[in-house]
């Protein structure tokens, strides 16, 4: 006959492996959800970057006139008398009309 410490013996050994397997296993998930964690952590911090940068860059194309020269040059655009105006290689256009009736437009 067994002594009757060995089934409760092995009762406890079986429910302390359990328990360090679920831990085991626990831990290891956390340390992995740290880990994407701290990935997606730098991801934001590279796209608020990249939007500050963005925010900088329509800031420049919008209010500075060297910035905008720059960027026009780039697509042709040349500025005769304080005008952009598409640069034309079928031709001069000197005989078109000026409109007098123009207005400049306002912002709303």
Do not use: C, F
Request: net charge neutral; no cysteine; hydrophobic share 30%.
């Amino acid at each position: 006959m067994l002594p009757r410490w060995i089934p409760i013996a092995a009762s406890i050994t079986l429910v302390l492996t359990i328990t360090a397997t679920v831990n085991v296993r626990s831990y290891i998930d956390l340390a992995n959800e740290q880990k994407a964690h701290e990935e997606l952590n730098q991801r934001v911090q590279q796209m608020n970057d990249e939007n500050l940068g963005l925010q900088e860059e329509i800031y420049y194309l919008k209010n500075d006139t060297d910035t905008i020269e720059r960027e026009a040059k780039k697509y042709g655009l040349v500025r005769p008398q304080n005008k952009l105006k598409l640069s034309s290689r079928a031709g001069d256009m000197g005989n078109a009309e000026e409109p007098t009736n123009r207005q400049t437009p306002t912002n709303k």
